[in-house]
């Protein structure tokens, strides 16, 4: 079945920093993929989404490329803040339900 | 638009109590989720609808925990009784369909604590 192997964490940056989580997919076809963020307290929400190759979602600064030839959507962002801190999950590709994994702790220190 | 609502947001029962979750989804969503997220673990999919009916409850532990969706809208989840390591956030999530290729929105979760 489809599924994804994501970063382990913790990731402990300072702020302005270069971060990427790597996220890599198994699935038949080419599903639409997806990060979702949790920020302290809070229920996730989708951060960015992709739906077909060679797409690049992006929001609040953060870029992620469906890459078919790597079966990869790694998560980018050139400058990270203190706000970023959160917790970051891939969401593996189903075409029926929403799974996630242990996801991806970031700490962003000033 | 107004998001996915979860009632309570803090519970703290006692071990063999019951307890109950409500959750209203976004209007005109077919599909609602519900998880379970322990503490430094991701969320854990216990059951999803799709309308008024059951797609995937292959993780709900069946003998504590049900979880109905009256009229396709709605849901609520209970426990019955509870133990200690039912401790967790419960997420509810509703999506316009099924499909794994358009997006869920989450409510905050109500923040369940057995002693």
């Known amino acids: 079945g489809n599924s994804v192997t994501q970063m382990e964490g913790p990731v402990t940056l300072s702020e302005e920093a270069f971060l990427t989580i790597n996220c890599t997919y198994t699935?038949?076809?080419?599903?639409?993929l997806f990060w979702y963020v949790q920020y302290p307290g809070e229920g996730l929400q989708l951060l960015l989404k992709?739906?077909?190759?060679?797409d690049k979602g992006s929001n609040k600064g953060f870029e992620a490329t469906y890459r078919k030839e790597t079966t990869s959507f790694h998560l980018e962002k050139g400058s990270v803040q203190v706000s970023d801190s959160a917790v970051y999950f891939c969401?593996?590709?189903?075409?029926?339900?929403?799974?996630f994994g242990a996801g991806t702790t970031v700490t962003v220190r000033a | 638009e107004a998001g996915v609502a979860q009632s309570p947001r803090y519970k703290i029962i006692e071990k063999r109590q019951s307890v109950a979750f409500w959750c209203n989804p976004i209007s005109g969503h077919a599909t609602l989720y519900w998880y379970q997220q322990i503490l430094g673990q991701g969320p854990k999919l216990l059951i999803q609808?799709?309308?008024?009916?059951?797609?995937?409850d292959s993780q709900l532990p069946k003998d504590r925990f049900s979880a109905e969706r009256l009229k396709g809208v709605d849901s609520t989840l209970k426990i019955q009784p509870a133990k200690l390591e039912d401790s967790a956030v419960y997420l509810c999530?509703?999506?316009?369909?099924?499909?794994?290729?358009?997006?869920?929105?989450f409510g905050q979760g109500t923040r369940l604590t057995v002693v």
């Open positions: 609808f799709q309308n008024n009916g059951v797609v995937d």
């Open positions: 992709a739906t077909k190759a060679d």
């Open positions: 699935a038949t076809g080419y599903p639409s």
């Open positions: 969401a593996p590709p189903n075409d029926y339900k929403l799974s």
């Open positions: 999530a509703s999506s316009p369909t099924g499909s794994g290729s358009t997006e869920a929105f």
